[in-house]
T-cell receptor
Framework: EDKVVQSPLSLVVHEGDTVTLNCSYEVTNFRSLLWYKQEKKAPTFLFML????IEKKSGRLSSILDKKELFSILNITATQTGDSAVYLC??????????FGKGTHLIIQP | DTGVSQDPRHKITKRGQNVTFRCDPISEHNRLYWYRQTLGQGPEFLTYFQNEAQLEKSRLLSDRFSAERPKGSFSTLEIQRTEQGDSAMYLCASSLDAGIQYFGAGTRLSVL
């Protein structure tokens, strides 16, 4: 059975700090790893990673995948209160449904 | 708005009643997925369609649950004889083939 573990489960930081969110996985026939941001509504897509070692960036957010060690990290620099959300990590394996972790609940204090 | 839309956004029902939710995917997407999310958990996969064919079902999808996508466009998810344990957010997503899945805002079901 595919498994995704995220850490920490919750994190409180001050505005301007940099945060690193972790995602480890066990999956048969790995195809891709995805990060989503969820703010009490639809999970919104952030990144899809398929290859090891290639960093993906979007503004202050970046992510990288290590297929040998089976993990990914999501970095957010210069955090803002609008970054407060649950960040979900998911993997696409042999089955076509995504397997999600429990998410990291990130709170940015002003 | 060309995103995934779900209706209704909220549904309150009494135990034992049947409920039906609708999902309209992004128009050019051929795959449509249903997930369930409970408080403090990530979404859990229920089932998916490629065009009108239902190709995969999770063991979470008990025989009280049925999903259809009759013309390969919108989909419905019906829960019969609802139980309190069915209370959750039901999320729909769509994708083009096995690409990125884009989610709707969900239907929050409360079973009293």
């Amino acid at each position: 059975e595919d498994k995704v573990v995220q850490s920490p489960l919750s994190l409180v930081v001050h505005e301007g700090d940099t945060v690193t969110l972790n995602c480890s996985y066990e999956v048969t026939n790995f195809r891709s790893l995805l990060w989503y941001k969820q703010e009490k509504k639809a999970p919104t897509f952030l990144f899809m990673l398929t290859s090891s070692g290639i960093e993906k960036k979007s503004g202050r957010l970046s992510s990288i995948l290590d297929k040998k060690e089976l993990f990914s990290i999501l970095n957010i620099t210069a955090t803002q209160t609008g970054d407060s959300a649950v960040y979900l990590c998911a993997v696409l394996g042999g089955a076509d449904g995504l397997t999600f972790g429990k998410g990291t609940h990130l709170i940015i204090q002003p | 708005d060309t995103g995934v839309s779900q209706d209704p956004r909220h549904k309150i029902t009494k135990r034992g009643q049947n409920v039906t939710f609708r999902c309209d995917p992004i128009s050019e997407h051929n795959r449509l997925y249903w997930y369930r999310q409970t408080l403090g958990q990530g979404p859990e996969f229920l089932t998916y369609f490629q065009n009108e064919a239902q190709l995969e079902k999770s063991r979470l999808l008990s025989d009280r649950f049925s999903a259809e996508r009759p013309k390969g466009s919108f989909s419905t998810l019906e829960i019969q004889r609802t139980e309190q344990g069915d209370s959750a957010m039901y999320l729909c997503a769509s994708s083009l083939d096995a690409g990125i899945q884009y989610f709707g805002a969900g239907t929050r079901l409360s079973v009293l």
